[in-house]
């Protein structure tokens, strides 16, 4: 391979803009989207993909990377290895189960560190709010964090706890202007899950009612105090009611939903099949049809995918035993053919997915050269054939351990190409991703 040069011009007969699909030749320079132009209007060093669609880079900002410390878990090289084959061209990554925890701006150096050089895609980083350390959020935001995530019920691990109520009100006014993004569950809806493998036994104990009523203390919390919210991987279709009712009332609040919750069921996971375990859990096919609704009527703004891998063994595959797994399932690599696979069989176009999947993720975290094609953006372009099926094969994934709820699965949309600033990227080559600050500037 020769060095990669840096791309002037590509065209498609599907290149999918915010304003919808069009015949065009999109125009870079310098690592940007200057313009798009007539198909005809092609130069003879451009980069024709004919029939393949040509979408904006994913950016999926809810990935658990978990290095430092749990690199063992995952990794930047890895997940991001992942991501890119994916069609995934920025991440942004949780504050937890790396060690230290992203809760102080030392702990961001720390991440920081760790990450440089190693990631293939573009990579921000959500900050942590937890008790004890609020008098840390000012300093960690000037570090060039894009937000700061908090719990509302046990995180899973120890040194990164729940906020209370009250405490949540006061991680809100502790940064004015900042976006919190909030793992809205209950505890007191909550029950100790009994030791078993069967899933109807799990998803009973944490019912719909926790997050609807989490998602109320946080929307309390974003009124008392008039600070930005975001919902995470929303699973219970209960609590879209309240979210679009705080919308109307003017509260700046938004919404993700994940691929498994659109993708999969309840119904459809066997007895021991502790891949599908995630918190809140995936819900019943009644309840996937509400999201699907919420999706098409823009309630729900954003699909990413939590990715939040372990090992295998934490997965707890001998007993198959739910309340003692790890919650998590990771999807960064699957997101698009998950996705797009059941939306096209609902009706739903490319361009609506580029929406849920590119440019409304970009908007929410604060992204503003993200996510789309049209000028001014990064050129983080990918080329996909959105008629290709494949099987998911767990050994085809780039993610540090093979496990995942989709094996076996067949899938449509293939990402055939990818470029990060103009520059034509796999996960074959070298890490060439940035990472990225919340002003901006690339770190
Ligand atoms: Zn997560």
Not at 185 to 196: G, I, M
Not at 394 to 409: E, F, I, K, N, S
Not at 425 to 443: E, F, I, K, S
Request: proline share 9%; aromatic share 6%.
């Amino acid at each position: 391979m020769t060095e990669a040069v840096g791309v002037l011009a590509v065209r498609s007969r599907r290149v999918v803009t915010p304003d919808g699909e069009r015949a065009a030749v999109v125009r870079i320079h310098a690592g940007r989207i200057v313009g798009l132009t007539e198909h005809d209007d092609f130069p003879a060093d451009g980069v024709d993909l004919g029939e393949l669609a040509l979408l904006p880079g994913l950016v999926d900002t809810h990935v658990h990377v978990n290095e430092p410390g749990r690199t063992e878990w995952e990794g930047f090289e890895t997940a991001t290895r992942a991501a890119l084959a994916g069609g995934v061209t920025t991440i942004v990554d949780m504050p937890l189960n790396s060690l230290p925890p992203t809760v102080t701006a030392d702990a961001l150096r720390i991440k920081r560190l760790a990450a440089a050089g190693r990631c293939h895609v573009d990579v921000g980083f959500w900050g942590g709010a937890v008790p004890g350390h609020l008098a840390d959020l000012p300093d960690l935001h000037a570090a060039g964090v894009f937000g700061f995530k908090a719990f509302l019920i046990d995180s899973g691990v120890p040194e990164f706890p729940p906020l209370d109520p009250a405490g949540l009100v006061a991680a809100l006014r502790a940064v004015p202007g900042a976006l919190f993004v909030l793992h809205a569950e209950d505890p007191a809806a909550v029950a100790a899950a009994p030791p078993s493998d069967r899933y109807a036994d799990f998803v009973a104990s944490r019912p719909p009612a926790a997050e609807t009523r989490a998602v109320a203390v946080a929307l309390q919390a974003a009124r008392a105090t008039g600070a930005k919210v975001h919902i995470l991987h929303l699973s219970a279709a209960d609590a879209l009611p309240l979210i679009t009712a705080a919308r109307a009332d003017g509260v700046a609040v938004t919404v993700e939903t994940c691929p498994h919750y659109l993708a999969l069921s309840a119904e459809a996971v066997p007895d021991g099949g502790t891949q599908f375990k995630c918190c809140p859990p995936i819900r019943d096919e009644a309840n996937r049809d509400a999201l699907w609704a919420a999706l098409a009527d823009g309630d729900i703004d954003c699909v990413v995918s939590d990715h939040s891998p372990c090992v295998p063994a934490l997965k707890r595959f001998d007993t198959g035993d739910f309340a003692a797994a790890w919650g998590g399932i990771a999807s960064v690599q699957l997101g698009l053919p998950v996705v797009w696979t059941a939306a096209r069989r609902r009706g739903h176009t490319l361009a609506d997915v580029a929406r849920w999947m590119a440019a409304s993720p970009a908007r929410v975290a604060g992204l503003p050269t993200k996510g789309r094609i049209a000028p001014g953006a990064d050129a983080d372009l990918i080329a996909v054939d959105p008629d290709a099926e494949f099987t998911v094969d767990p050994a085809l994934l780039w993610h540090r351990h093979p496990v995942t709820p989709y094996a076996g699965q067949r899938l449509t949309g293939v990402v055939r190409a990818a470029w990060l600033g103009g520059r034509p990227v796999t996960p074959h080559g070298p890490p060439t991703g940035r990472l990225l600050t919340r002003n901006g500037a690339a770190g």
